[in-house]
């Protein structure tokens, strides 16, 4: 197995135990009220990688290497945002409860549940797919692509339509 595969498999494997143990910490260090932020910022993040995601899938269809890889490498960056602002969010802010009520609630739980899941499978994907392509070794990066693109692209909307419901239950 190449380092480069071995890494992704440490780094993803890493980033699922620092979520779990964040998401269990008791108590949440103040880092300032900026942090509450954080929640539209990604939001606003997920919104633009979906688009570029969508761009990338556009250029690779025209054949277009390097805008694809452009649109590709930052909805990559953007992700990387992302996680740095989740992390900075969920140690530092106690818990939203979703106050809705009937089919709405059931519908937000399964979009939140079915987002944290798929994010957890596509991070390796993602990082495969990534390094494949980086790498030029096309035929695994259309391989790896074909279940990590309508994955990552999933989360990313997912992540947006689960903010715009639980935004009015913020208590800021």
Excluded at 21 to 29: D, S, W
Excluded at 66 to 83: E, R, V
């Amino acid at each position: 197995m190449k380092v480069g595969i071995k890494t992704i498999n440490v780094v993803s494997i890493a980033v699922v135990v620092v979520v779990m143990i964040m998401l269990g910490m008791r108590q949440k260090p103040y880092i300032g009220e900026w942090t509450k932020q954080l929640t539209l910022v990604n939001a606003i993040i997920n919104s633009l990688t979906a688009f570029f995601l969508l761009l990338g899938l556009y250029f690779i269809k025209q054949k277009n290497i390097s805008a694809h890889k452009k649109s590709m490498s930052a909805g990559f960056g953007l992700g990387g945002l992302f996680l740095v602002f989740y992390v900075l969010y969920h140690i530092s802010n106690e818990e939203t409860k979703f106050g809705g009520e009937g089919f709405i609630r059931y519908f937000y739980f399964f979009i939140l549940i079915t987002h944290v899941l798929a994010s957890f499978v596509v991070l390796p994907l993602v990082l495969r797919a990534y390094y494949y392509g980086w790498i030029r070794e096309d035929a695994k990066h259309r391989k790896v692509v074909k279940y990590a693109y309508p994955i990552w692209l999933y989360v990313s909307i997912t992540g947006v339509i689960a903010y715009l419901m639980i935004r009015p239950y913020y208590p800021f």
